[in-house]
T-cell receptor, first 115, second 115 residues
Framework: KAGVTQTPRYLIKTRGQQVTLSCSPISGHRSVSWYQQTPGQGLQFLFE???????NKGNFPGRFSGRQFSNSRSEMNVSTLELGDSALYLC??????????????FGSGTRLTVV | GNSVTQMEGPVTLSEEAFLTINCTYTATGYPSLFWYVQYPGEGLQLLLKATKADDKGSNKGFEATYRKETTSFHLEKGSVQVSDSAVYFC??????????????FGKGTKLSVKP
C-alpha cells in the first residue's frame, strides 16, 4: 500500500511569503502529526490531528497553522515566512490517535528553503 | 513534560564493530520508548520500541532494553554494516499519557560505518 505522501518535496520561498504543505496519510489512517526538523533545534512537534480535530499543538508561533480534512489529508500553513523557518517538515500518520501497536509512519518530508 | 538526552555523534565505526548509542530520559510514569532511524534524504522509520519496564525491543539486529532503574534505553548492535549508516533518534511521548504522534526526540546520533 502507498505510504505517507508529502507534497511538494522541495520548496523555495521568499521571506514574508506564505506557504502550504500537504500530507496524504496512508489509506485508512485517521491521525496525522507534523514535525519540523532543523540542524539547530532537531525534531520538534508541531501539531497532531485526529478526525479533523487538533489534539495537540507544539510550542510554535501563531504563524504556523494546520488543518485536517474529512478524508484525513492534512495541510499546514506558515504565514509571513522567516529565514528560520527553513527546515524539513515531516508528516506522520497512524490508524489511531495513540499510535497503537503499529505506531506512526513518517513521510519523506518537504524541504522548505526561505531566502 | 518528558525529556530525553541522547549521545551525540558523529560515531564512526568499522564494519562488524559493536555499536552502542546511549539514551536516557526523564518522564512521569512509564512511557513507551522508541528508536527511530533516518537514512539520507528520507523521513523517519521506526526501528524498535518498548512499552514497559524490562521490555527489550529488537529489529534488524538492533536491540534496546527499557531500564526504569537507570531511566535508559540504549541502542546496541553486535555487528554493524555499511548499510546501517544513518541518523538514529531516541524518542518518547512528550507528556504522560501522550500519544505516539506527539513525541519528543533526542538530538540524533549520526552513525557512519566504514567498510
Amino acid at each position: 500500500k502507498a505510504g505517507v505522501t508529502q507534497t511538494p518535496r522541495y520548496l523555495i520561498k521568499t521571506r514574508g511569503q506564505q506557504v502550504t504543505l500537504s500530507c496524504s496519510p496512508i489509506s485508512g489512517h485517521r491521525s496525522v502529526s507534523w514535525y519540523q526538523q532543523t540542524p539547530g533545534q532537531g525534531l520538534q512537534f508541531l501539531f497532531e490531528y485526529f478526525s479533523e480535530t487538533q489534539r495537540n499543538k507544539g510550542n510554535f508561533p501563531g504563524r504556523f497553522s494546520g488543518r485536517q480534512f474529512s478524508n484525513s489529508r492534512s495541510e499546514m500553513n506558515v504565514s509571513t515566512l522567516e529565514l528560520g523557518d527553513s527546515a524539513l517538515y515531516l508528516c506522520a500518520s497512524s490508524l489511531v490517535w495513540t499510535g497503537g501497536v503499529y505506531g506512526y509512519t513518517f513521510g519523506s518530508g518537504t524541504r522548505l528553503t526561505v531566502v | 513534560g518528558n525529556s530525553v538526552t541522547q549521545m551525540e555523534g558523529p560515531v564512526t565505526l568499522s564494519e562488524e564493530a559493536f555499536l552502542t548509542i546511549n539514551c536516557t530520559y526523564t518522564a512521569t510514569g512509564y512511557p513507551s520508548l522508541f528508536w527511530y532511524v533516518q537514512y539520507p534524504g528520507e523521513g523517519l522509520q521506526l526501528l524498535l520500541k518498548a512499552t514497559k519496564a524490562d521490555d527489550k525491543g529488537s529489529n534488524k539486529g538492533f536491540e534496546a532494553t527499557y531500564r526504569k532503574e537507570t531511566t535508559s534505553f540504549h541502542l546496541e548492535k553486535g555487528s554493524v554494516q555499511v548499510s546501517d549508516s544513518a541518523v538514529y533518534f531516541c524518542a518518547l511521548p512528550l507528556s504522560q499519557g501522550g500519544s505516539q504522534g506527539n513525541l519528543i526526540f533526542g538530538k540524533g546520533t549520526k552513525l557512519s560505518v566504514k567498510p
